[in-house]
C-alpha cells in the first residue's frame, strides 16, 4: 500500500514535486533502508526524465524570450531614470514649499509620464502572462493530443480515474482558444513566426486524433449520450473545422437505411411476383422501406437537436435526407424495372404512390419540426435545402419515365395491343369440310363462313379489350403525371394502336385468299370496319382528352401536397349531344378556314363581285345558324365590309388597324386588307386605259402646235 502511494505521487503532474522530499518520505516509511526502495527507482527515474524534459523546454523558451524581455526592461530603465530625477525635484519642492510659477506644467509633464510607465509596465505585465500561458498551454495541448488514452477516455465517458487527477482533454478546447487569444496578444513579439507555425501544426494533430474517433462514434446504430460528440464539436469549433462534424453526421447515419435497401433480394423479389402475378411485392416492400426511413429522421431529429441546437436541426434533418436518397436513385430505377419481362406502368404507379405517400408524410414531418421548433426552412442558415428540393430528391427516381414517357407508354401498349391481335387460320376447317366433297360443292367449302364468323368475334372482343387499355393507359397517365403528359400520352396511343391497325391489316390478305377474291375486290362490312378503325380510335382518344382534362399544376399539387380524403374534383365526361357540338364548331372551323383561304385567293373582285360574295357569306351564315352553330365574326364583319364601297371599306381597314391591342380586330384588318386590295385591283386597268388616252391627246396636241 506503502509503495502503491509513492507511486502515485511520483506519477503526480503536479509542478510542484518535490524530490528530495520524496526520498525522505520513502526512507523514513522504509526505516532508512534504501535497499527497500529499489522497486521505486525506475519511476523515480521516468520522473526524473519528464522534468529535465519540461526544464529543457521551459529553458529553450526562456532563452527565446528573455533577450526581448531584456530589451524592454532596459527601454524601460531608461524612461524611469529621468522620471525619479523629476520626483525627487518635486518632492523637495513640496517640501521646501518653493514651488515656481512653472510647476503646473511640470507636473503635468510628470503626470504624462508617469501615465506612459504605467501603460508600459502594464503591457509587459500582460505580454509575462500571456507568453507563461502560451507555454503552459502548448505544453498541456500537445501531451493531450499525443496521448491516446486521454481521448479514449473523454470519447468513451470514462471519468473512473477522474477522482485522481483532472483529465486534459476535456480542457483542450478551452485551451485552444486562450492559445489563440495569447496568439493575438504576442503577434507583434519576436518569435511571432514560430508561435503560428506551432498553433498550425497543433490544430492538424487535433483534427487527425479527432476525426477517426469521431467516425467510429457515429457508426453506432444507437448514439446514446451525445456529449462525447459535443465534446468533438467544440474541439473541432475550436480550430475552425466544426462543419467536419456535421458533414459525418450527414454522412454516415443513414448507414442502416442503406444496409435495409440493399438488403432487399432481387431474386426472391422476382419469385414471389411471378407466383402472385400482381407485382405489388417490390411496391408493399417500398411502403415499409419509406416508414424506415421516416423512423430514421425522427430518431436523428432528437440526436441533432441534442448535438447542434435547435437553429439548424432543420437544414441538418434535409441533408441528411439527401444523403439517404440520393445514393439509392440508380438502384432504385433498376429495381423500378427489372429484368425480364417488358416495361409494366402498372407495376411503376404502384411505386409512385407509396413515394406519393411518403413525400406527403415527410412535408407534414418537416412543417411540424417548423412548428416545434420555431424556424422555418426560409429561416435557417443559409445551407438549408429549399422544400422543391425535398421532392426533387424523392422523386428523383422517376425523371427518366418522366423525360421519355413516350417512347416506355408506347413500348408496354404496342405490346399490350399486339398480343390482342386475332389470328385467322381456316387451314383446319379446310381440312374438316374439304374430305368427300364433289368438285360442285367445292365453292361451298371454300366460301363457309365460319372461320369469317369466328375471327369477327375475336375482332369485336379485340376492340372492346382496346378500348379498355386505351382508357387504362389515359388513367395512369393522369395518376403519374396529373395531366402534364396527356400529349405523350396521345402520342404513345397513336403509335400502339397505328401498330395494332397494320397487325389487323395483314389478315386481309389470308381473308382474301380463305374467300377466293380478288386483290381489288371489296372484302364487305369486316374490310371497311378495319379501314373506320382509325377514325373510331381517333373520335374515342378526343373524348377521353375532353374527360381527363385538368389543370397540370393543380393537378399535380394535389396529388403531392392534398389530404388523402379529398376526392379530386373531375369534369364530368361529355353527352352525345355536347360532343357532336364539339364536332359541328370543329367542321364549321374547317369550312370557314377553306372558305377564307379560297377567297383570299381571289386575283380582282368588281363590284358586282363583292355583292356575290357578300350573298355567299350570308348563305355559309345561315348553315351554320340550321345546325345550331354560333356566329362567327369574321363573316359578320366581312358581310358589313363587302356592302361599303371602296373608300368606306378602305376607312374600315385604317379603323381596324388603329386598335393594336385587339388580336381580333388584327385579324379582320387583315382580311379585309387582303380584300381591299382585291377590289383596287379592278381599277387599275380602267386608270391605265384613261391615262394612255389622255397621253395620247396631249401628243396630237403638242405635234399640231409644233408644226
Same mark, same amino acid.
Given at each position: 500500500?506503502?509503495?502503491?502511494?509513492?507511486?502515485?505521487?511520483?506519477?503526480?503532474?503536479?509542478?510542484?514535486?518535490?524530490?528530495?522530499?520524496?526520498?525522505?518520505?520513502?526512507?523514513?516509511?522504509?526505516?532508512?533502508?534504501?535497499?527497500?526502495?529499489?522497486?521505486?527507482?525506475?519511476?523515480?527515474?521516468?520522473?526524473?526524465?519528464? !522534468?529535465?524534459?519540461?526544464?529543457?523546454?521551459?529553458?529553450?523558451?526562456?532563452?527565446?524570450?528573455?533577450?526581448?524581455?531584456?530589451?524592454? !526592461?532596459?527601454?524601460?530603465?531608461?524612461?524611469?531614470?529621468?522620471?525619479?530625477?523629476?520626483?525627487?525635484?518635486?518632492?523637495?519642492?513640496?517640501?521646501?514649499?518653493?514651488?515656481?510659477?512653472?510647476?503646473?506644467?511640470? #507636473?503635468?509633464?510628470?503626470?504624462?509620464?508617469?501615465?506612459?510607465?504605467?501603460?508600459?509596465?502594464?503591457?509587459?505585465?500582460?505580454?509575462?502572462?500571456?507568453?507563461?500561458?502560451?507555454?503552459?498551454?502548448?505544453?498541456?495541448?500537445?501531451?493531450?493530443?499525443?496521448?491516446?488514452? !486521454?481521448?479514449?477516455?473523454?470519447?468513451?465517458?470514462? +471519468?473512473?480515474?477522474?477522482?485522481?487527477?483532472? $483529465?486534459?482533454?476535456?480542457?483542450?478546447?478551452?485551451?485552444?482558444?486562450?492559445?489563440?487569444?495569447?496568439?493575438?496578444?504576442?503577434?507583434?513579439?519576436?518569435?511571432?513566426?514560430?508561435?503560428?507555425?506551432?498553433?498550425?501544426?497543433?490544430?492538424?494533430? *487535433?483534427?487527425?486524433?479527432?476525426?477517426?474517433?469521431?467516425?467510429?462514434?457515429?457508426?453506432?446504430?444507437?448514439?446514446?449520450?451525445?456529449?462525447?460528440?459535443?465534446?468533438?464539436?467544440?474541439?473541432?469549433?475550436?480550430?475552425?473545422?466544426?462543419?467536419?462534424?456535421?458533414?459525418?453526421?450527414?454522412?454516415?447515419?443513414?448507414?442502416?437505411?442503406?444496409?435495409?435497401?440493399?438488403?432487399?433480394?432481387?431474386?426472391?423479389?422476382?419469385?414471389?411476383?411471378?407466383?402472385?402475378?400482381?407485382?405489388?411485392?417490390?411496391?408493399?416492400?417500398?411502403?415499409?422501406?419509406?416508414?424506415?426511413?421516416?423512423?430514421?429522421?425522427?430518431?436523428?431529429?432528437?440526436?441533432?437537436?441534442?448535438?447542434?441546437?435547435?437553429?439548424?436541426?432543420?437544414?441538418?434533418?434535409?441533408?441528411?435526407?439527401? $444523403?439517404?436518397?440520393?445514393?439509392?436513385?440508380?438502384? +432504385?430505377?433498376?429495381?423500378?424495372?427489372?429484368?425480364?419481362?417488358?416495361?409494366?406502368?402498372?407495376?411503376?404507379?404502384?411505386? &409512385?404512390?407509396?413515394?406519393?405517400?411518403?413525400?406527403?408524410?415527410?412535408?407534414?414531418?418537416?412543417?411540424?419540426?417548423?412548428?416545434?421548433?420555431?424556424?422555418?426552412?426560409?429561416?435557417?442558415?443559409? $445551407?438549408?435545402?429549399?422544400?422543391?428540393?425535398?421532392?426533387?430528391?424523392?422523386?428523383?427516381?422517376?425523371?427518366?419515365? +418522366?423525360?421519355?414517357?413516350?417512347?416506355?407508354?408506347?413500348?408496354?401498349?404496342?405490346?399490350?395491343?399486339?398480343?390482342?391481335?386475332?389470328?385467322? $387460320?381456316?387451314?383446319?376447317?379446310?381440312?374438316?369440310?374439304?374430305?368427300?366433297?364433289?368438285?360442285?360443292?367445292?365453292?361451298?367449302?371454300?366460301?363457309?363462313?365460319?372461320?369469317?364468323?369466328? &375471327?369477327?368475334?375475336?375482332?369485336?372482343?379485340?376492340?372492346?379489350?382496346?378500348?379498355?387499355?386505351?382508357?387504362?393507359?389515359?388513367?395512369?397517365?393522369?395518376?403519374?403525371?396529373?395531366?402534364?403528359?396527356?400529349?405523350?400520352?396521345?402520342?404513345?396511343?397513336?403509335?400502339?394502336?397505328?401498330?395494332?391497325?397494320?397487325?389487323?391489316?395483314?389478315?386481309?390478305?389470308? *381473308?382474301?385468299?380463305?374467300?377466293?377474291?380478288?386483290?381489288?375486290?371489296?372484302?364487305?362490312?369486316?374490310?371497311?370496319?378495319?379501314?373506320?378503325?382509325?377514325?373510331? *380510335?381517333?373520335?374515342?382518344?378526343?373524348?377521353?382528352?375532353?374527360?381527363?382534362?385538368?389543370?397540370?399544376?393543380?393537378?399535380?399539387?394535389?396529388?403531392? &401536397?392534398?389530404?388523402?380524403?379529398?376526392?379530386?374534383?373531375?369534369?364530368?365526361?361529355?353527352?352525345?349531344?355536347? +360532343?357532336?357540338?364539339?364536332?359541328?364548331?370543329?367542321?364549321?372551323?374547317?369550312?370557314?378556314?377553306?372558305?377564307?383561304?379560297?377567297?383570299?385567293? *381571289?386575283?380582282?373582285?368588281?363590284?358586282?363581285?363583292?355583292?356575290?360574295?357578300?350573298?355567299?357569306?350570308?348563305? &355559309?351564315?345561315?348553315?351554320?345558324?340550321?345546325?345550331?352553330?354560333?356566329?362567327?365574326?369574321?363573316? #359578320?364583319? !366581312?358581310?358589313?365590309?363587302?356592302?361599303?364601297?371602296?373608300?368606306?371599306?378602305?376607312?374600315?381597314?385604317?379603323?381596324?388597324?388603329?386598335?393594336?391591342?385587339?388580336?381580333?380586330?388584327?385579324?379582320?384588318?387583315?382580311?379585309? #386588307?387582303?380584300?381591299?386590295?382585291?377590289?383596287?385591283?379592278?381599277?387599275?386597268?380602267?386608270?391605265?386605259?384613261?391615262?394612255?388616252?389622255?397621253?395620247?391627246?396631249?401628243?396630237?396636241?403638242?405635234?399640231?402646235?409644233?408644226?
Amino acid at each position: 500500500m506503502i509503495d502503491a502511494t509513492l507511486l502515485e505521487s511520483a506519477a503526480s503532474p503536479s509542478t510542484n514535486f518535490d524530490a528530495f522530499a520524496w526520498v525522505e518520505e520513502a526512507l523514513s516509511s522504509r526505516s532508512g533502508d534504501a535497499s527497500y526502495l529499489t522497486p521505486l527507482v525506475p519511476q523515480l527515474a521516468l520522473r526524473s526524465q519528464t !522534468l529535465a524534459q519540461t526544464l529543457h523546454a521551459s529553458l529553450q523558451h526562456v532563452s527565446l524570450a528573455a533577450p526581448a524581455l531584456q530589451t524592454r !526592461l532596459g527601454a524601460l530603465q531608461q524612461n524611469v531614470t529621468p522620471l525619479a530625477r523629476r520626483l525627487d525635484a518635486v518632492q523637495e519642492a513640496c517640501a521646501t514649499d518653493s514651488v515656481s510659477a512653472t510647476s503646473p506644467g511640470q #507636473d503635468l509633464r510628470h503626470l504624462v509620464t508617469l501615465h506612459e510607465a504605467k501603460r508600459r509596465l502594464q503591457s509587459c505585465s500582460q505580454a509575462l502572462v500571456e507568453a507563461a500561458r502560451w507555454g503552459r498551454n502548448v505544453r498541456a495541448c500537445f501531451a493531450a493530443v499525443e496521448d491516446p488514452t !486521454l481521448l479514449s477516455q473523454v470519447l468513451k465517458s470514462d +471519468f473512473k480515474l477522474k477522482n485522481r487527477t483532472e $483529465n486534459e482533454a476535456e480542457a483542450l478546447p478551452n485551451r485552444v482558444r486562450e492559445m489563440q487569444t495569447s496568439l493575438e496578444v504576442l503577434k507583434d513579439l519576436p518569435g511571432a513566426w514560430d508561435r503560428k507555425q506551432t498553433m498550425e501544426r497543433l490544430c492538424a494533430q *487535433i483534427e487527425a486524433a479527432v476525426q477517426p474517433r469521431l467516425v467510429t462514434s457515429m457508426r453506432e446504430d444507437d448514439l446514446g449520450d451525445v456529449a462525447p460528440l459535443r465534446w468533438c464539436l467544440d474541439v473541432l469549433g475550436s480550430v475552425d473545422r466544426a462543419e467536419l462534424v456535421r458533414e459525418e453526421f450527414c454522412r454516415t447515419r443513414p448507414a442502416h437505411v442503406h444496409r435495409v435497401w440493399y438488403a432487399y433480394s432481387e431474386q426472391s423479389q422476382t419469385e414471389q411476383e411471378k407466383e402472385e402475378g400482381t407485382g405489388e411485392s417490390f411496391a408493399s416492400w417500398l411502403e415499409m422501406f419509406y416508414g424506415d426511413v421516416l423512423r430514421m429522421l425522427q430518431r436523428e431529429s432528437r440526436n441533432a437537436k441534442k448535438l447542434f441546437g435547435s437553429d439548424t436541426v432543420i437544414s441538418v434533418l434535409l441533408a441528411l435526407l439527401h $444523403n439517404t436518397l440520393e445514393p439509392l436513385t440508380k438502384s +432504385f430505377r433498376d429495381r423500378l424495372v427489372p429484368s425480364g419481362p417488358g416495361f409494366h406502368l402498372g407495376r411503376l404507379l404502384r411505386c &409512385f404512390q407509396a413515394t406519393r405517400g411518403f413525400a406527403g408524410r415527410l412535408v407534414q414531418f418537416f412543417r411540424s419540426l417548423e412548428i416545434d421548433f420555431g424556424v422555418t426552412l426560409v429561416n435557417s442558415d443559409n $445551407n438549408v435545402v429549399h422544400a422543391e428540393d425535398i421532392l426533387r430528391v424523392v422523386f428523383e427516381p422517376y425523371r427518366l419515365y +418522366f423525360t421519355e414517357y413516350t417512347r416506355f407508354t408506347s413500348d408496354a401498349l404496342t405490346d399490350a395491343l399486339l398480343r390482342l391481335v386475332p389470328a385467322f $387460320n381456316a387451314s383446319t376447317n379446310r381440312e374438316q369440310g374439304s374430305a368427300g366433297i364433289d368438285d360442285e360443292f367445292e365453292g361451298q367449302v371454300e366460301g363457309d363462313a365460319a372461320p369469317l364468323d369466328e &375471327f369477327s368475334q375475336h375482332l369485336e372482343e379485340a376492340s372492346e379489350a382496346v378500348w379498355t387499355l386505351v382508357n387504362e393507359s389515359l388513367q395512369q397517365c393522369y395518376e403519374f403525371t396529373g395531366g402534364a403528359a396527356f400529349p405523350e400520352a396521345v402520342e404513345a396511343i397513336g403509335a400502339a394502336v397505328q401498330q395494332f391497325t397494320l397487325a389487323l391489316s395483314a389478315t386481309v390478305p389470308a *381473308i382474301r385468299k380463305y374467300c377466293n377474291t380478288v386483290p381489288t375486290s371489296p372484302c364487305g362490312t369486316l374490310e371497311n370496319e378495319l379501314c373506320a378503325l382509325d377514325t373510331r *380510335i381517333r373520335v374515342r382518344m378526343r373524348e377521353q382528352l375532353v374527360q381527363f382534362f385538368a389543370p397540370p399544376e393543380l393537378a399535380s399539387c394535389q396529388r403531392i &401536397f392534398g389530404s388523402e380524403g379529398k376526392v379530386a374534383a373531375m369534369e364530368p365526361a361529355p353527352t352525345a349531344t355536347e +360532343f357532336v357540338d364539339l364536332w359541328t364548331a370543329a367542321v364549321a372551323s374547317g369550312a370557314l378556314a377553306a372558305f377564307l383561304r379560297t377567297v383570299c385567293s *381571289i386575283p380582282l373582285l368588281s363590284e358586282l363581285g363583292a355583292q356575290q360574295l357578300s350573298a355567299d357569306l350570308g348563305y &355559309f351564315y345561315n348553315v351554320l345558324s340550321a345546325v345550331g352553330g354560333e356566329g362567327n365574326f369574321i363573316v #359578320d364583319d !366581312l358581310r358589313c365590309a363587302l356592302d361599303m364601297d371602296l373608300p368606306a371599306h378602305m376607312q374600315h381597314v385604317e379603323e381596324l388597324r388603329a386598335e393594336c391591342d385587339n388580336p381580333e380586330k388584327q385579324a379582320l384588318a387583315k382580311i379585309n #386588307d387582303c380584300v381591299t386590295s382585291m377590289r383596287q385591283r379592278t381599277l387599275e386597268p380602267s386608270r391605265r386605259l384613261s391615262a394612255a388616252s389622255s397621253g395620247h391627246g396631249s401628243a396630237n396636241l403638242a405635234t399640231s402646235q409644233f408644226y
